[in-house]
């Protein structure tokens, strides 16, 4: 399993977006493109008193897009409005004037969008969705000079992101160490000690660019500072002193990056039906963990677990039955697995566990609660529920076992398993 277990729910995050517009055409576009693509609540507004009054009645705001021509508020009135209530604010306006743009964004807001630009409502759309899922990430801020590193820190903040900062290498280092979710680390070159970019190499040596995107910035003016920080595992470079629109710009192209990266290494690991790991991608991991298993002598397990009748299910039902089925299963194997556990669809209705350290009657105890926990479901379906059942092979390593023979003995133990009657589980001495 990938995800540790929970053991309490997490607060629910502020999903609701305000928009306050006085086009009727203009909200309808905006609010069914992020409602149908995002999936976000939005409440419409035309008036300033209508926005007062929808931040009243709820509590779960998530952020604002406000035009600035209201019947019942001059421009700075209304961005006052929702500053003044700590609200993720992007100004929406419908002509182009350097001097307002200018004047907005000297203001805490996080955007200035123009409405006849080519593509705004893309944009509006991305500019949400990123800001939406920047609050699920951590950023980490290394600068030695305090006013620079706050500076940094209160940008990031005011993009949604969870900041961390360090004062140098080392406390940068701990800090990446002991937090998962720093994706994106923001890193000065002039530090006492460490070097940003001796810490950008040393950082790489942590955590690959896949998994967390590194700006170097300093404002030095040397030509070769930016090739030797990419070269050291940099993925990008700032120059100070730069504006808030650039740092933006770059962080968000760098965080897009790695969760397409992230969305291509699902596509490639899991399976699209079920969400599991894939057959590819189970043999990888189960190749390294049998032998390290085996050169210690611990217990290691393989299980082969097969949908008893699934063409009946999918004859009687019909395919898109057959498909809940399949994820209702892959839910309870997923949930039933704990951490150390590897699960995988193999294909078709077969699924694939790699179980370490049980033995036994705590082996066999663990697969009969599996097999019960699926007999026990009750899939929904047109008015009806689907029941069904799994049959079951397991095989415990012995000395000598390459991940082969487990998982072929196993499959044996499966057919078995059929033989006997279905709906049981059969586990080797």
Known sequence: MHALPLTSQPTPLPQRVLLVENSRAYVQAVAQAIEHQLELPVTAASTLAEARQALEEHDDW?????????????????VDCFLD????????????DEDLRERMLRRQIIDFVVKSTPGNLDYIVWLVQRLERNRRISALVVDDSPSARTH????????????VQAADGPEALRALEGDQTIRLAVVDQEMPGMQGIELTRRLRALRTRDRVAVIGVSGRDDPGLVARFLKNGANDFLRKPYTREEFFCRVSQNVDQLELIGSLQDLATRDFLTGLPNRRHFLEQAERMVPRLQDVRAPVAAAM???DHFKHINDSWGHDTGDQALRAVAAAVSSHARRQDQVARFGGEEFCLLVPGLEGEELARYFEDLRQRIEDLRVPVRGSELQMTVSIGVRSAEPGDDLHRLLTEADRRLYLAKAAGRNRVIVSD
Not at 85 to 96: D, M, Q
Not at 152 to 163: D, K, P, Q, T
């Open 62 to 78: 998530f952020m604002v897009l406000t035009g600035l021509v209201l019947a019942d508020g001059d421009r700075d009135m209304v």
């Open 85 to 96: 209530r700590g609200l993720p604010t992007v100004v929406v306006s419908g002509v182009y």
């Open 152 to 163: 940094a820190a209160a940008l990031l903040e005011m993009f949604g992101y969870r900041v």
């Open 305 to 307: 677990l097969d949908i």
